[in-house]
């Protein structure tokens, strides 16, 4: 539970420099009020799982891919027919599936994939070592609990 609320965590910020980048001001990312993004958590999750797997950097590119294109497409599912919300879509993109994914998403789930299992979880495991770990289950508790309140005013009050 705790690097499902780091990443995240992480993935908000990540969208959010991103997407403010590229429409050239601020932008803070994701359907729900509060600095996260479920689908980051869900989908490092899966890659860290799926890692040992992988006999290298190839291996893990094309897992990780895979993996985390079919969790954006069952997202984006979900959202649009489930909560009747479309939150992104990529028409402008020639390579794409259903508006729900595209290739290039998908390549860049594939180096993100690379990056989270070579550098970025090494460095958050390193980080993490310092803390008592009933104190980091606590605050990702806390941390989890606010995200399904988030999700469940925003599913179903509207």
């Not at 990702?140 to 009050?157: D, G, P, R």
Request: charged content about 10%; overall charge neutral.
């Amino acid at each position: 539970m705790v690097k499902f609320a780091i990443y995240t965590f992480l993935g908000f910020w990540m969208e959010s420099i991103y997407v403010s980048i590229y429409k050239k001001e601020i932008y803070f990312s994701g359907l729900l009020k509060g600095p996260f993004i479920p689908l980051y958590g869900f989908g490092a999750l899966i890659i860290l799982g799926i890692a040992p797997f992988a006999h290298n950097n190839f291996d893990l590119f094309f897992y990780s891919m895979i993996a985390c294109t079919f969790i954006e497409y069952l997202t984006h599912f979900f959202l649009q027919y489930d909560a009747q919300i479309q939150i992104w879509d990529y028409t402008v993109f020639n390579q794409r599936f259903s508006n729900r994914i595209c290739m290039f998403y998908s390549l860049i789930w594939g180096i993100l994939g690379i990056l989270l299992v070579n550098i970025i979880d090494p460095f958050i495991t390193q980080c993490l070592s310092i803390f008592h770990p009933t104190l980091l289950n606590v605050a990702a508790f806390f941390y989890v609990m606010y995200i399904l309140y988030q999700f469940y005013n925003h599913h179903f009050q509207h």
